[in-house]
C-alpha cells in the first residue's frame, strides 16, 4: 500500500526540480531562431498520463518485459544517420545539410515542449515501485521525457522524405518506426512520448515552410 505521502511525491514528481536546472545549451536551443518554421508556430497541447496514473503504472509495467537491445537502441540514436543512408541508397535529391537543419531547427520546439510537460524519465518512476527497467544508458537521455524527441524528429522527417521521393514513402516511414521503437526498446520514453512525438511531427510537417 502506498501511503499518502509517497504518493503526493510521485503525483509532483519532475525530470528537473527547478528552473535552475534547464542547461545552457538546452537554453540557447529554446531560444534560436528558425527559417523553416515560424517561431510562433502553434503546436498541439496534450498533457502526458499523470505519474501516479493507472496508465503510466501500465507503461512502466510494460517497459519493464521489453526484452533490452543495445545494438537496436544505438541504432535509432543517430536520426541523421539513418535517413542519410536511405536518401544515398535511393539516390533522393535532399542534402544532408537539409536534413541536419531540420532536426536542429525541430529541436527548438521539441525541447519547448519537453520543458514545458518536464516529464520524468520512465527510470525514476520505476525507481518510485521499486522496479528495474535494465534499460540502455544514452546521452541522447538528459532531458525531460514528453514528448520523445527522436520519435518527434524521426516521424518528421520521414513524412518531408516520403513528400520529395513519393515512391518510397514508405520506407522512410518505416524507418521512422524503427526510430520512434529503438527508443521504447532502450527504455528511454514511454510509449504516450511516441504517441505525443507522432502528434507534433505531424503538426511541423503541415507547419513547414517548404
Known sequence: MIKLKELLTLRSMKYYTTEESIKRKHQERMDMKTSLWDENII????MPPENDSSLTLKEIKYLAEIEPSQEVAEMGDDVLKNFMDLIEK???????????RIIKESGKFIMQLKYHYNRPRPFQIAEFYQMDLNGTEL?????????????????????YLASVDNLNGNIYRDKAEEIAESRIIAKAHYPSDKAYGKTIAKALFRGMKK
Do not use: C, F, W
Not at 535529391?93 to 541536419?100: A, T
Open 43 to 46: 503546436l498541439p497541447r496534450m
Open 90 to 100: 535511393h539516390e533522393v535529391n535532399v542534402s544532408e545539410e537539409m536534413i541536419s
Open 139 to 159: 546521452d541522447s537521455m538528459k532531458t525531460p521525457s514528453y514528448p520523445s524527441g527522436h520519435a518527434t524528429q524521426g516521424y518528421l522527417i520521414g513524412e
